[in-house]
């Protein structure tokens, strides 16, 4: 069963910067898509941004200039850099990676963004 698992959150103050990971259990050869999803208080699970196989890479307008997602085939893992974090970026962050026809996500980390 392949897992994902997130790390690297936590509480940053606003126009800091983090960078998550998201370590995969299999080699990301085999994901046609991967990227980072988010959920905010009382909010929906939104888009954050996506990279594909072959590197092409898409963002959310929220998040876009700020935020850099990016993978490293040899250590199976894909990457987020938040910079100039708001508080709106407040969230827990999920991982997900499309295998064929299904979606994998992971657990989630919390990141908190306070002034």
């Known amino acids: 069963q392949v897992q994902l698992v997130e790390s690297g959150g936590g509480l940053v103050q606003t126009g800091g910067s983090l960078k998550l990971s998201c370590k995969s259990s299999t080699s990301i050869f085999s994901f046609k898509k991967m990227g980072w999803y988010r959920q905010g208080p009382g909010k929906q699970r939104e888009f954050v941004a996506t990279v594909t196989a072959g590197g092409d890479s898409d963002y959310a307008d929220s998040v876009r200039g700020r935020f850099t997602v990016s993978k490293d085939r040899s250590k199976s893992t894909l990457y987020l850099q938040m910079d100039n974090l708001k508080d709106e970026d407040t969230a827990i962050y999920y991982c997900?990676?499309?295998?064929?026809?299904?979606?994998?996500w992971g657990q989630g980390t919390q990141v908190t963004v306070s002034s």
């Open positions: 997900a990676a499309a295998l064929g026809s299904v979606s994998i």
